[in-house]
């Protein structure tokens, strides 16, 4: 780890290690950006080496799944995933939705110590018995308050009732039974009631920060009240000052005709900026977020897509230019910046044009 740059755990890696290490179903709970991923996945690997030297390695057959809602986040884990195992003879698999058919008629044959997937992609894929479940002894839902919501709860626990969680495992190689652990900036109040239909709630145990459900202290906030007709030349403004200070913006739109608005609004007015939203190609999605992480644009216009799970250290400056619908989301737009790692001079503005968006802004303050 020391090679890639990590030295000290941080505060929920620290919380998190033990009870994932010996067996425990965990909630892990903490702000944006501090390392959660990493949270949940040495201690995984530590233990996929424990088992693997007892267990008969099978095609298509974790040990450990990690399910995400989205591709890009699944992508995203599974790079980190194989930064960190590099070295240790573990086999990372990445499965993401797209040509599902043409996977189940010409199916992967590999063999696999740690899958990260999408939902979608793997419940068709359980489903139809391409890959195996009976050597899988730790599910990961990152991302947890999205998959436990109305979209996907459904789905969700179709697949889960299909693994044999234990209130507790007894971490042996190989164990018996499978361990759950959840992983959110957010999760929501009805989390019992949530995972009920799949495992005993009562085997939950969350760990969490003082920080949780709160926006990051350290990055000031600025609310401004605007009206509608203000908002493209008060951004202009704004995005051009930090241009000409280098620094990389991201700018948030509830919509994606707004998102591609802004962007074309900008590139008119003589500012390079590039679009992410949520009804683009996989591939050309990740190819303009990759342009804006690698430093070749400074400036993202993007809608909600890019605010859960997708990691960049770069952004210096969150706009949010329509202001979103709710205080989750909130706090997962401004969560892109100030993240571990990222640079100390970091600021969020937010343009507020609505009266219900002034209800929520008293909510945030006063979080």
Not at 70 to 90: K, M, P, T, Y
Not at 262 to 274: G, T
Not at 306 to 327: C, E, K, Q, V
Request: hydrophobic share 40%.
């Amino acid at each position: 780890m020391s090679q890639l740059g990590y030295s000290l755990p941080t505060a929920i890696q620290a919380k998190s290690f033990l009870p994932i290490i010996q067996g425990h179903n965990t909630a892990v709970t903490a702000e944006t950006g501090c390392g959660k991923t990493l949270a949940y996945l040495l201690p995984i690997l530590q233990h996929i080496l424990e088992w693997k030297p007892h267990v008969q390695e099978d095609f298509n057959s974790p040990l450990a799944v990690v399910i995400t809602p989205s591709r890009e986040l699944a992508l995203q884990i599974g790079e980190v995933a194989q930064s960190i195992s590099q070295n240790l003879n573990i086999n990372i698999s990445t499965l993401v939705g797209g040509k599902t058919k043409q996977k189940m008629l010409n199916p992967p044959i590999e063999y696999c110590d740690m899958l990260i997937t999408t939902l979608g992609a793997y419940s068709k894929l359980v489903t139809t018995n391409i890959y195996k479940i009976h050597n899988v002894h730790h599910i990961v839902l990152d991302e947890a308050d999205s998959l436990l919501d109305d979209s996907f709860i459904d789905k969700l626990s179709y697949l889960m009732k299909k693994f044999s969680f234990q209130f507790k495992v007894d971490i042996k190689s190989p164990p018996e039974g499978c361990q759950v652990t959840l992983v959110s900036a957010t999760l929501p109040h009805e989390l019992p009631e949530a995972v009920n239909s799949f495992m005993d709630p009562q085997s939950l145990r969350t760990v969490t920060t003082n920080k949780i459900h709160k926006i990051l202290p350290h990055v000031p906030h600025k609310f401004l009240r605007i009206g509608k007709a203000q908002k493209p030349a008060e951004l202009l403004k704004l995005v051009q000052a930090d241009i000409n200070q280098q620094k990389p913006v991201m700018i948030f739109s509830n919509k994606t005709a707004t998102c591609d608005f802004v962007s074309m609004f900008l590139n008119e007015n003589n500012v390079e900026c590039i679009n992410v939203n949520g009804q683009m190609a996989v591939p050309l999605k990740l190819g303009k977020f990759e342009m804006f992480r690698s430093g070749k644009i400074n400036v993202l216009s993007c809608t909600d897509i890019a605010s859960r799970g997708l990691d960049t250290t770069r952004a210096r400056h969150i706009i949010n230019y329509d202001f979103p619908l709710y205080t989750a989301e909130y706090l997962h737009r401004t969560g892109r910046t100030g993240r571990l790692g990222s640079s100390t001079d970091c600021r969020v503005t937010n343009f507020v044009a609505w009266p219900r968006e002034i209800q929520l802004v008293q909510k945030i303050e006063a979080a």
